[in-house]
């Protein structure tokens, strides 16, 4: 890469993150070219070089905010870290994600642009599942998930508890008791009557 499409891709970073900063304080839809341009002290004709579009933009910006979102898990994951940790990592992710400004405008996204659905699909299925299921063997070889339970329940199991954990931690935190997060992944890991 020579001196100028160094600066060219310099620019456009910059573009991309003075975005994604943006997004985590402004409404999305009120975002113009105008303001990020401004925010990212370039011209509104260098945007419009380097993306096309506000939407072309705000897409780059989206891939760029799952792809670090992926590359923390994945670096979690594959951490030197215990069954139980990852497990709580996997469920609380959720709860993370719901902390995040950019979810309802990252679920409006999805729901309309066929393009980042797909991005995200692609990537969960080509990144993220392979480790979550390298960790399901891992787990059975050290005797911490039962041979009763086979990798389609689990995985049926653990979507359904991420679902409701924005439900759970609102009840949590109404009940004033945030323990309960670490009773609740406990029932998770070991069920009600503990470990059998």
Wanted: aromatic share 10%; glycine share 4%.
């Amino acid at each position: 890469m020579n001196g100028f499409e160094k600066r060219a891709q310099k620019i456009k970073e910059k573009i991309i993150e003075t975005t994604l900063e943006m997004m985590k304080t402004w409404d999305s839809n009120k975002i113009r070219i105008t303001d990020i341009s401004k925010e990212a002290n370039v011209s509104q004709v260098t945007i419009y070089n380097y993306f096309g579009s506000k939407e072309a933009l705000l897409r780059e910006v989206v891939k760029k905010h799952i792809n670090n979102s992926f590359d923390e898990f994945m670096e979690f994951m594959t951490g030197d870290y215990t069954f139980k940790e990852k497990i709580e990592r996997i469920i609380l992710q959720e709860r993370e994600n719901s902390l995040n400004s950019l979810t309802p405008f990252l679920m409006q996204l999805l729901s309309e642009d066929q393009e980042i659905s797909q991005f995200i699909d692609k990537e969960y299925n080509e990144r993220i599942l392979p480790v979550f299921f390298q960790l399901i063997e891992e787990g059975r070889q050290n005797g911490e998930i039962s041979d009763k339970i086979s990798n389609q329940g689990l995985m049926m199991y653990i979507n359904f508890n991420i679902k409701y954990t924005n439900e759970f931690i609102d009840m949590i935190k109404q009940s004033g008791n945030m323990n309960v997060i670490n009773e609740m992944l406990h029932m998770f890991l070991y069920g009600i009557c503990g470990k059998e």
